[in-house]
């Protein structure tokens, strides 16, 4: 992989596919590209917040995905604990639509439209951006850097 190569990049070509999707007739193969791009960006975004500010030490083996987001499973009490619930909701409805866009699984959840997946994604970082009010990260983390996109049934966050 090359060293220039950011997963923020995800996100971005997510919004150039978003508004590709508004202009589009084929717009559930670029629905299907969007959901796919974000949920990527989420995972690796959330990954670099657990390891910044949590300390985590998250592989690249086969099982990262379910390691990265079981770490926001939990019933702890407090608001601490509340967003990293809400982490884990984003997270299961991002994955569900990554699952219907890859593998064409009627029993998942189906976006609406490209809103539906942005808001989820601004769901987490919500989340992960109070999460790092209580456990403050040595460095910037580029997940709550990037705007989501104006769409046309949903707010744009900038």
């Known amino acids: 992989m090359s060293s220039q190569f950011g997963f ?13 999707q508004v202009a589009s007739k084929n717009t559930e193969n670029i629905l299907r590209l969007v959901a796919n791009r974000v949920y ?13 500010c949590e300390q985590a030490s998250i592989s690249n083996d086969g099982v990262s995905h379910e390691h990265v987001w079981g770490r926001f ?3 702890g009490r407090g608001a601490f604990h509340q967003w990293r619930r ?6 299961k409805a991002l994955k ?42 040595e460095s910037a983390l580029w997940i709550l850097e990037v705007s989501t996109p104006a769409t046309p049934n949903g707010p744009t966050k900038e």
């Open 8 to 20: 923020h990049e995800f996100i971005n070509l997510a919004k150039q596919l978003s508004s590709a």
């Open 40 to 52: 990527y960006g989420a995972f690796h975004g959330t990954k670099q917040y657990l390891n910044l």
């Open 73 to 75: 499973r939990g019933s």
């Open 86 to 91: 809400q982490v884990h909701q984003a997270s």
């Open 96 to 137: 569900e639509f990554r699952e219907w866009a890859d593998y064409d699984n009627p029993d998942r959840l189906i976006p609406a439209d490209a809103s539906e997946i942005w808001e989820r994604f601004s769901d987490l970082q919500i989340a992960i951006q109070k999460l790092e009010e209580y456990k403050p990260c």
